[in-house]
């Protein structure tokens, strides 16, 4: 179960407000795919959509979705290909994508470079999300530790991964993660554990570096520490098959805590989902991993200069905010440009680092490892 079923239902419900409509004047309509969970993808259609054409009435927005970033490679290896032969890539922007793929792709020009002189507002952009020149920050989310105050005093919440597993330990049957390939929140805590093993140096890990044998040397230290707390997991060694599993065993009581996503968590909050007695709580000596979502704009793409609009569209204070209230995800421009009333709620979510961790071929060499060497008995399917 993933991030996509989290809001499944009220997804439905948007679906009939999804559909594709455009403006009687518009002269161009913007091609935007996206890769997210279907909440993201129901935020732009019901929430960014209306207000980019309200703004822009000469512009349509048309949103599709991908699937995964898996479909995104496929668009973009077709852009790649129509900028090679000065054709109709037929997409104009993503919502979420590293532009350091396809591989080539920027030495051959396929993505624009983003700068003060072609996004207004471009000042504003949060350090803490820049990544590449080629990508715009515009949305990030974090992985937190969700736990139940009624059971745990907030004081006495760990704040170090040392006071994490000492807690775990002592409390046996009370913590539980979701397996790495089934979601981000199990699936960070794991890159957590491999950062521990590291050093706490998120940087020796990068999407260029993996190889076979660098990849045992790292993730092997890890496997021994996931082991060892493992009999004093929920059920000694039971994981839940998605972020939204975790939620519910949390929600139910169950267990008194569990890893979650920063904006999937305040969304169960403000929905109900969990009680306003759900406490949260960040690792300070190295905090769980997280990521911005940055938009990539094609250089070939038909109606390049309406997608750069759209990405300057989406750093206003106005669309920041909605990020924050409607999604509950972090916003990309610094927290001093949003409201005194949203930075003093939002005060103990708001991060001070957001470490990452490269995709590519590191993902399945973690998942695979994860499933040989610390769940060997667990199906995959």
């Avoid at 949103?63 to 970033?69: I, K, R, S």
């Avoid at 706490?200 to 993730?219: E, G």
């Avoid at 169960?268 to 690792?283: D, K, M, N, R, Y």
Wanted: aromatic residues 10%; charged residues 20%.
């Amino acid at each position: 179960m993933n991030r996509r079923e989290f809001l499944i239902t009220s997804s439905a419900a948007a679906a009939l407000l999804a559909a594709p409509r455009f403006a009687a004047a518009a002269e161009k309509t913007i091609d935007l795919y996206s890769g997210s969970d279907a909440n993201i993808v129901d935020f732009w259609n019901n929430i960014v959509r209306p207000a980019f054409e309200t703004a822009h009435p000469d512009v349509a927005l048309k949103v599709t979705d991908a699937g995964d970033n898996t479909g995104l490679r496929a668009i973009a290896d077709r852009a790649l290909a129509a900028l090679q032969t000065k054709t109709d890539p037929q997409a104009d922007i993503f919502e979420t994508f590293d532009p350091r793929l396809p591989t080539g792709g920027i030495d051959a020009g396929l993505w624009v470079k983003f700068s003060a002189e072609n996004i207004e507002g471009f000042d504003r952009v949060n350090p803490l999300s820049a990544d590449s020149d080629y990508s715009l920050p515009y949305r990030g989310s974090q992985v937190l530790l969700a736990y139940d105050k009624a059971k745990l005093d907030p004081k006495d919440a760990p704040k170090t991964w040392d006071q994490l597993i000492s807690w775990i330990k002592a409390n046996p049957g009370q913590f539980i993660y979701n397996r790495p390939d089934k979601g981000g929140s199990g699936g960070n805590f794991v890159r957590r554990a491999i950062h521990e093993a590291n050093g706490r140096d998120p940087k020796k890990f990068t999407i260029d570096n993996f190889s076979a044998d660098y990849a045992k040397q790292t993730l092997t230290p890890a496997w021994a520490i996931l082991n060892d707390l493992a009999p004093s997991l929920y059920e000694k060694g039971a994981y839940t098959a998605g972020n939204t599993q975790s939620i519910q065993l949390l929600a139910q009581g169950v267990v008194t805590m569990t890893p979650v996503w920063s904006d999937q968590v305040l969304q169960a909050i403000s929905q109900g989902v969990l009680p306003e007695t759900t406490g949260l709580v960040q690792l300070g000596d190295l905090a769980l991993c997280g990521n911005f979502s940055r938009m990539t704009v094609f250089s070939n793409g038909a109606h390049k200069d309406a997608a750069l609009k759209l990405a300057a569209f989406l750093l206003t204070k106005e669309m920041q905010e909605a990020i924050i209230t409607e999604i509950g995800g972090f916003p990309a421009i610094s927290w001093n440009h949003i409201s005194d009333e949203l930075r003093q709620k939002y005060a103990d979510v708001v991060p001070a680092t957001i470490p990452t961790f490269p995709s590519g071929d590191w993902e399945p060499a973690i998942n695979d490892g994860w499933y040989r060497s610390v769940a060997p008995g667990i199906s995959r399917s």
